[in-house]
C-alpha cells in the first residue's frame, strides 16, 4: 500500500505542490487595487515630501532645495500653534458630541417603536447631505441681520435676542463645531447601531434579573460591549475632525480674524491662497503624520486582541460528586425594598419620555432641512426683510426655475444659477463612474483579503490600505493639482475620478472584505468542487451572495463622491467639470443677495439624491456601519 | 421555599398567541420541566414567570402572592439562558457575583458566596477567566454557578444542555439534579429532550401549540399520557398506532398505541397479550436491544428483542405485547380512553 502511495506522488509532482499554495487568482484580485493605490496615494505622498523640501519663488518660479528649513520655518510659526490648539478644541468638542448625541440617537433607533424605519432614514440626512450643503445652511441660520435664527427670535418676539452669531470668535468657533455634530452624529449612531445590533438579546435580560435596572445595564453592560466599537469610533470622529475643511470654508472661513483657523484651513490658505506650496505641503504633511499617529495608536490599542482559545480539558469534578465537607452558604439579606412606581403608571409614562425624545431628534434632524426647503421656495427678497421673520411672505419656485431653466427666464438668472444643471449632470457622472470602478475592483480585492488575511503579503497590504483612511484629502490634492497640470487633465472629470479612488477604492476593498469574511468558506469550496474556476465561482456565487454588501459599497462610494467638495475645489475650475458643491460654493464669493434664492434652490437639489438614498435604502446605510471603516 | 402557580397565562405576540391559558401548579423544592416541541412556547412561559415578559391576561403566583406586576429583578427568580449571556466583559468571579453587587450586599458576603458556589460547581479555577477563554462545559456552570449565588427563590433554566455534546449532557444533567437536591430549590427546567426531562423531574408538563397537555411524574406520562400528541413525543422510538380494526378486539374509531419497547417476537410464553403478525423488514442493532421493522399491512412497526440472531430480512413473524402495556385513542380526538 505504502509503496503505491509513494509511486503516485512521484508520478504527479505538480499536485502536491499545489496543495495550501496561495492561487494566483488571489494576487490578481487584490493587484489592480493595490497598483492604483500605489498611484493614487503613494507617488503625491511621495511628491507632497518632495514638495516640503523645496521652496519656490513665486516670481521665477524656480524650484530651490531647501532641506528641512520649510518644517523649521513651519514649526517655529506661533500660527500654526494656535491653529493646533483651535484644532484641538474643535476636535474635542467634535468627538465629545459626536460620541454622546450618536450613542443616544443609536439607543433611540435600536429600540422597537411605530416609525422607527422613518426615523431611522430622517436621523441620517444631516449626514448623507453634502457638508457644504450643511456650511450653507447653517450659516445661514446664524447669519448676522436676516438669518432664521434671528428671525425666529423676531417672531418669538425676543428680538433683543438676536445677534450676528459667527461675528464672535470664540462662539463662532464652538458653532462650527455644533455645525460639524449636527453632520457628523449620525455616522456614529450608525456605528454604534451595528455595535448595538451584534450584542446577544439575553445579555440585558440576565442582567435584569440580576437585578440591574436601566441605568445601571447601560453603563454595566452596553457601554462595556460598545467599548471597542466606540473607541474606533472616537478615532474616525478625531481624523474626520482634523480634516473637517469645507463647512469652514462655507461658513467662517477660518473668521472672523483667524478664530476659526485650524490647521487644515491654515495648510489650505498656505498653499492655495498664498501659494506657498512648499511650506503647505510641510504643513499639511505634519497634520498627515498627526493622523498617521492616531492610526497607529488604534492598531496598537484596538488591534485584534488575543483570546487564549478555550481548552477542551474535561471538567473538574464539582464537589457535588465528592462527599467531602463543604464551606458554608453566607447569608444573604432578603431583597430591598425598591421604591417604583407601579407598572401601570411607569410604563405609560416611560412610553411617553420615548415618545417626546423621538420627536426631539426628529426636530434636531429634519427641522433644519425642512427650514432650507423653506428659504428654496421663499422668494429672495424675504431674506433681507426688516425686521426679519421665518414666514415667507409667498411661496413662488422661481428660485427653481432660476437655476433648473436658465433660459428661459429671461435675465433672470445669473452666471452661476446657469452652471447648475450641467454640475450636477457631472456630479453624477463622476459618482456613478468612481462608485462603479471602486466597488468592482474592491470586491475582487475584498475577496482576496477575506480569504487570505493570514497570509503576511495581504495583512500588510491591507494595514496600508487603512492607512490611506488616516490620510487628509488636503495632503493629496496639492500634488494631485500640479501632477494632473503636467498631463493637461487639469479640470476634467477624469481627473476627478482618478483622485477620488484614493479614498474610496481601500474604503470599498475594505467593506467587501467585511462582508465576504461573513460568507462561510464551505459555499468557496463547494463550489470550486463543483468544477467553477475561482472567477467563475465569485462571479456565479460569491457575488450574488453578497449583493447587499456591494450595494451598501456603492451606496457609500456614491454618496462620498456627490458630496465631495475639497478636490473638486482645487481640481477643476470651469463648468465643464465643475460639480454642484463646487457650483454652491460660488453663490457664495458672489455674494448678492438675489443669488441666495437660487442658491438655496440649488443646495436643495443637491441633498435630494442623498435623501433619497437616505430613505430609499436606510437598511443597507445601516448594514454598511457594520464594516466600520466609514468615510465621514 | 417557593410554589409557583400559574393561572390560565395567556400571552400573544400581535395576533399571535403563543401561549393559551395555562394553568400549573408548581410545588415547593419540586423539579419540574417544560417539555414539548420547538416553538411550543415553553421559553415564552419561562421568561413570563421570570417577569421578562408580560402575560396578556391570566396570573403568576409566587407563595401565593400575585407577582404579575413585579419587576424582573423584585421577583428574585435566577435563569440559565440556553446561550448561557454571560457577560463577556466581567470575569468569572465578576459574573458571579453581579447580582450581589446590584442588591448591594456587603463585599464579604459576596466573597463568601462566590467561593461557596465556585466550590460547589468545581469553579475555583477559572474564576479569574473571561468567559471567552472558558469551553462550552466550562461557562455551562459559570452559568449555573451565577444564578444558584444569589440563593433565589426559584431557578428556571431554559434549554440549558443543549449547546453540549452528547456525553457531557448527560454528566451535567445529573450535576444538575444533584445540586437540585442539595439545593432543596425549586427548579423549572424547559427541555425539548424528553429523555432529559424523564430523567430530570419530578413532574413534567408536556405543552404544544401553547396549550398544557399534561403534567404528570415521569412514569405516568410514559404509561398514561393524555392523548394521542403526548404519547407520540415520550419515548423513543416512537409509539406505534394501529387502526383499531387491525388489532383484535378493538373497534372502528379507536387507535391502538404500542411502545415498542413492549412489543416482541412472540416466545409463547402466557399471560393476556395482543398479537400481530406481518413480515420482517428491517434489523436495526442498538446495542442492548435489536429494533425491528414489520410491515403489517401497509404500516410498519417497531418492535424490539434482545436476541436477533434467529431472525432474517423477509420472514413471516408474529409480535406480541403484555395487553395492560397498550393505549387506547380515540381516533377523531387524539385523547386516551
Ligand atoms: N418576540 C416575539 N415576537 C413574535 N413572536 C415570538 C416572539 N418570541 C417568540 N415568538 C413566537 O412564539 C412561539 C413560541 O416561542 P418560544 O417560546 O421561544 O418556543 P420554544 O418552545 O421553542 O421555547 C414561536 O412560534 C415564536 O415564533
Ligand atoms: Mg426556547
Known amino acids: 500500500m505504502s509503496l503505491s502511495l509513494a509511486s503516485s506522488d512521484t508520478a504527479k509532482p505538480g499536485r502536491r505542490r499545489r496543495i495550501g499554495r496561495t492561487p494566483a487568482f488571489a494576487y490578481a484580485a487584490v493587484a489592480p487595487t493595490l497598483l492604483i493605490v500605489c498611484a493614487v496615494v503613494g507617488i503625491p505622498l511621495a511628491y507632497s515630501v518632495y514638495l516640503s523640501l523645496n521652496s519656490t519663488n513665486p516670481i521665477t518660479k524656480k524650484w530651490i532645495f531647501v532641506g528641512l528649513n520649510n518644517y523649521v520655518t513651519v514649526l517655529t510659526s506661533p500660527d500654526l500653534w494656535w491653529a493646533i490648539a483651535r484644532t484641538a478644541y474643535f476636535a474635542g468638542f467634535a468627538v465629545v458630541g459626536t460620541t454622546i448625541l450618536g450613542t443616544i440617537l443609536a439607543l433611540v433607533l435600536n429600540q422597537r417603536f411605530p416609525g422607527r424605519g422613518l426615523l431611522r432614514s430622517v436621523v441620517l440626512v444631516p449626514w448623507a447631505m453634502a457638508p457644504v450643503s450643511v456650511g450653507v445652511l447653517w450659516s445661514f441660520v446664524f447669519a448676522g441681520n436676516y438669518g432664521t435664527l434671528n428671525a425666529l427670535l423676531t417672531d418669538l418676539g425676543l428680538a433683543s435676542w438676536a445677534t450676528p452669531w459667527l461675528g464672535n470668535g470664540f462662539r463662532a468657533l464652538n458653532l462650527v463645531a455644533l455645525t460639524h455634530v449636527w453632520n457628523q452624529a449620525p455616522l456614529t449612531a450608525l456605528m454604534v447601531l451595528a455595535g448595538l445590533q451584534s450584542m446577544p438579546g439575553n445579555l440585558h435580560k440576565a442582567a435584569m434579573l440580576d437585578g440591574a435596572g436601566p441605568v445601571a445595564r447601560f453603563f454595566k453592560i452596553t457601554l462595556p460591549w460598545l467599548k471597542p466599537n466606540l473607541l474606533f469610533i472616537s478615532i474616525i470622529a478625531t481624523i474626520n475632525a482634523l480634516m473637517a475643511f469645507d463647512i469652514l470654508w462655507i461658513m467662517t472661513r477660518g473668521g472672523p480674524g483667524s478664530a476659526t483657523t485650524v490647521f487644515a484651513w491654515l495648510g489650505y490658505v498656505y498653499s492655495f491662497q498664498f501659494f506657498k506650496f512648499g511650506e503647505g505641503a510641510a504643513m499639511l504633511y505634519v497634520l498627515t503624520i498627526l493622523s498617521f499617529l492616531l492610526a497607529i495608536f488604534y492598531f496598537v490599542v484596538l488591534g485584534p486582541r488575543r483570546v487564549r482559545a478555550a481548552e477542551d480539558r474535561p471538567l473538574p469534578s464539582s464537589s457535588l460528586e465528592g462527599t467531602l465537607k463543604r464551606r458554608a452558604m453566607a447569608i444573604i439579606p432578603p431583597l430591598p425594598r425598591r421604591w417604583h412606581l407601579p407598572r401601570h403608571v411607569a410604563r405609560p409614562l416611560g412610553k411617553t419620555l420615548f415618545f417626546l425624545l423621538a420627536v426631539v431628534i426628529f426636530i434636531w434632524s429634519a427641522l433644519p432641512v425642512l427650514s432650507l426647503v423653506l428659504m428654496s421656495i421663499s422668494p429672495a427678497g424675504d431674506l433681507i426683510r426688516t425686521p426679519p421673520s421665518i414666514v415667507p411672505s409667498t411661496l413662488t419656485f422661481d428660485n427653481f426655475r432660476a437655476v433648473l431653466m436658465p433660459q428661459v427666464g429671461t435675465g433672470g438668472s445669473s452666471v452661476q444659477a446657469q452652471r447648475v444643471p450641467y454640475s450636477l449632470l457631472n456630479s453624477f457622472l463622476v459618482g456613478a463612474a468612481v462608485s462603479l470602478i471602486c466597488v468592482v475592483l474592491g470586491t475582487f480585492a475584498g475577496y482576496a483579503f477575506a480569504r487570505y488575511e493570514k497570509l503576511r503579503f495581504f495583512k500588510y497590504s491591507l494595514w496600508a490600505l487603512l492607512l490611506t483612511r488616516m490620510t487628509p484629502a488636503l495632503t493629496l490634492v496639492l500634488p494631485f493639482f500640479i501632477m494632473f497640470r503636467t498631463v493637461n487633465l487639469i479640470d476634467t472629470r477624469t481627473a476627478l475620478i482618478i483622485s477620488y479612488c484614493s479614498f474610496l477604492l481601500p474604503l470599498s476593498a475594505w467593506m467587501m472584505k467585511s462582508y465576504i469574511e461573513g460568507v462561510p468558506k464551505s459555499l468557496d469550496r463547494a463550489a470550486l468542487i463543483d468544477g467553477c474556476s475561482r472567477f467563475k465561482m465569485m462571479w456565479t456565487i460569491l457575488i450574488p451572495v453578497v449583493r447587499p454588501g456591494i450595494i451598501a459599497a456603492l451606496i457609500f462610494c456614491f454618496l462620498a463622491s456627490w458630496n465631495e467638495f475639497l478636490m473638486a475645489l482645487i481640481l477643476t475650475s470651469t463648468p465643464n467639470s465643475q460639480t454642484i458643491p463646487v457650483v454652491l460654493s460660488g453663490f457664495l464669493s458672489q455674494a448678492q443677495f438675489y443669488e441666495y434664492g437660487p442658491m438655496f434652490a440649488a443646495s436643495v437639489l443637491s441633498i435630494l439624491p442623498p435623501v433619497l438614498i437616505a430613505f430609499v435604502f436606510q437598511r443597507y446605510l445601516v448594514q454598511g456601519a457594520l464594516s466600520g471603516a466609514v468615510k465621514g | ?337
Open chain 2, 1 to 337: 421555599m417557593t410554589s409557583i402557580n400559574i393561572r390560565a397565562v395567556a400571552k400573544t405576540y400581535g395576533n399571535f398567541p403563543v401561549l393559551k391559558g395555562l394553568d400549573l401548579d408548581i410545588a415547593d423544592g419540586e423539579f419540574v420541566s417544560f417539555l414539548g416541541p420547538s416553538g411550543c412556547g415553553k421559553s415564552t412561559l419561562l421568561f413570563c414567570i421570570a417577569g421578562l415578559e408580560d402575560i396578556t391576561s391570566g396570573s403568576i403566583l409566587m407563595d401565593g402572592r400575585d407577582i404579575s406586576e413585579l419587576d424582573p429583578r423584585d421577583r428574585n427568580i435566577a435563569l440559565v439562558f440556553q446561550d448561557y449571556a454571560l457577560y463577556p466583559h466581567m470575569k468569572v468571579k465578576d459574573n458571579m457575583a453581579f447580582a450581589l453587587r446590584q442588591q448591594k450586599v456587603a463585599e464579604a458576603t459576596i466573597q463568601q458566596q462566590v467561593a461557596w458556589a465556585s466550590e460547589l460547581l468545581g469553579l475555583e479555577q477559572f474564576l479569574e477567566r473571561m468567559p471567552a477563554e472558558l469551553s462550552g462545559g466550562q461557562r455551562q456552570r459559570v452559568a449555573v454557578g451565577r444564578a444558584i449565588v444569589r440563593n433565589p427563590a426559584a431557578l428556571l433554566m431554559d434549554e440549558p444542555l443543549s449547546n453540549l455534546d452528547a456525553a457531557l449532557r448527560v454528566r451535567m444533567r445529573t450535576e444538575i439534579k444533584r445540586l437540585q437536591r442539595e439545593l432543596k430549590i425549586t427548579v423549572i427546567f424547559v427541555t425539548h429532550d424528553q429523555e432529559e426531562a424523564m430523567v430530570l423531574s419530578d413532574r413534567i408538563a408536556v405543552m404544544h401549540g401553547g396549550v398544557l397537555q399534561q403534567f404528570d411524574e415521569p412514569m405516568t406520562v410514559y404509561r398514561q399520557p393524555a392523548n394521542r400528541f403526548v404519547a407520540s413525543f415520550i419515548g423513543s422510538p416512537q409509539m406505534n398506532f394501529l387502526p383499531g380494526s387491525m388489532v383484535g378486539g378493538h373497534g372502528g374509531g379507536r387507535l391502538v398505541g404500542i411502545r415498542p419497547h413492549d412489543l416482541s417476537p412472540a416466545d409463547g410464553a402466557g399471560g393476556e397479550s395482543v398479537r400481530l403478525e406481518g413480515e420482517l423488514a428491517l434489523i436495526e442493532p442498538a446495542g442492548p436491544v435489536t429494533f425491528l421493522d414489520v410491515l403489517i399491512g401497509d404500516t410498519i412497526v417497531k418492535a424490539t428483542t434482545t436476541d436477533p440472531s434467529a431472525f432474517r430480512p423477509g420472514q413471516r413473524l408474529t409480535l406480541e405485547a403484555p395487553a395492560r402495556m397498550i393505549c387506547l385513542f380515540d381516533e377523531a380526538t387524539g385523547a386516551r380512553v
